[in-house]
């Protein structure tokens, strides 16, 4: 922690929230941390072949839309210490990667 703490500005105040969050920030990041970790541990199997959790067309479609929910959350009050652009490229990052665009709709 002491090497997060040595941090500056916005960049050392988003990483001690993600951290150790305080208050309203606990919810929110609680969410996502769980929605990044339920796409790592679910693996599709498809004749023995592991894939990602977009290739699920059940469970992916599902898991994509609370991805873009958890994006409509960062308008709201989720603590003044966590930067919400950075929060939005994750969630964003993590769609793409399982083919899906910022609404959580597959990308044909």
């Not at 309203?24 to 796409?39: D, N, P, R, T, Y």
């Amino acid at each position: 922690m002491k090497h997060i703490e040595r941090l500056n500005g916005w960049a050392g105040q988003h990483m001690v929230a993600v951290a150790t969050p305080k208050g309203s920030e606990v919810g929110f990041i609680s969410m996502l941390k769980g929605w990044l970790q339920f796409a790592d541990d679910h693996a599709y199997s498809v004749d023995d072949n592991k894939r990602g959790i977009g290739n699920d067309y059940y469970t992916g479609d599902i898991w994509a839309r609370i991805g873009s929910e958890l994006r409509g959350l960062l308008s709201c009050d989720i603590g003044s210490r966590l930067d919400c652009g950075t929060l939005d490229g994750v969630i964003l990052g993590a769609l793409e990667a399982e083919g899906f665009d910022e609404g959580g709709e597959r990308i044909e």
